[in-house]
């Protein structure tokens, strides 16, 4: 991991942490849930609150302003419209992208779920999709989320991610290391 990225990903955590344990405390973590599902949604759809989160040409002031506005209007947990704020007054909230992931994973965790990433070359049916989600329980021993994506350059297979384990078997992947074997030769 990059620097920035591993110092993004050591404030997210953080304030991961001290969200789902106020959260937790408050007996609201449906709520918290609630409010990443929205937050994140909200993300997605709208370039402007991305514009948002991470402009440096906006002060302090008008981030909280704006994000505040946001949350109360979507009507987001207290514990979350809080840290936004002060999010914002800290000029952290470039981190809200993956203070989210970390906040589901702990809602996982806390629920003995685990979440996998799994990127096919076509869409999985549902009968794969079910036969591929019991596999992966066996395997990790916990309920397993899966985040299904297509990526049509895998050729065939999948490219499964759960935790820090990565499992690759996709035709692109064999390609490319027989093509390295084919290099050692000639």
């Given at each position: 991991m990059s620097e920035p990225a591993s110092i993004s990903a050591g404030i997210a955590q953080r304030y991961a942490a001290a969200i789902f344990e106020i959260a937790k405390e408050r007996k609201n973590l449906s709520g918290l849930e609630t409010s990443i599902n929205d937050l994140e949604a909200a993300l997605n759809e709208s370039a402007d609150l991305r514009g948002?989160?991470?402009?440096?040409?906006?002060?302090?002031?008008?981030?909280?302003?704006?994000?505040?506005?946001v949350a109360k209007k979507m009507?987001?947990?207290?514990?979350?419209?809080n840290a936004l704020a002060l999010m914002a007054q800290k000029r952290r909230l470039f981190v809200v992208p993956a203070l989210l992931r970390a906040l589901r994973d702990q809602l996982a965790d806390e629920r003995g779920e685990i979440t996998a990433d799994v990127t096919t070359a076509q869409p999985l049916t549902d009968a794969q999709s079910k036969k591929l989600a019991e596999t992966l329980t066996k395997r990790v021993g916990k309920a397993v989320t899966m985040n299904t994506a297509v990526d049509e350059s895998l050729i065939g297979g999948l490219v499964v991610k759960v935790g820090s384990k990565m499992i690759d078997t996709s035709i692109r992947s064999k390609l490319a290391s027989l093509q390295n074997v084919m290099k050692e030769v000639g």
């Open positions: 948002v989160i991470s402009s440096p040409l906006l002060s302090r002031a008008e981030q909280e302003a704006a994000i505040s506005a009507k987001l947990a207290g514990v979350m419209q």
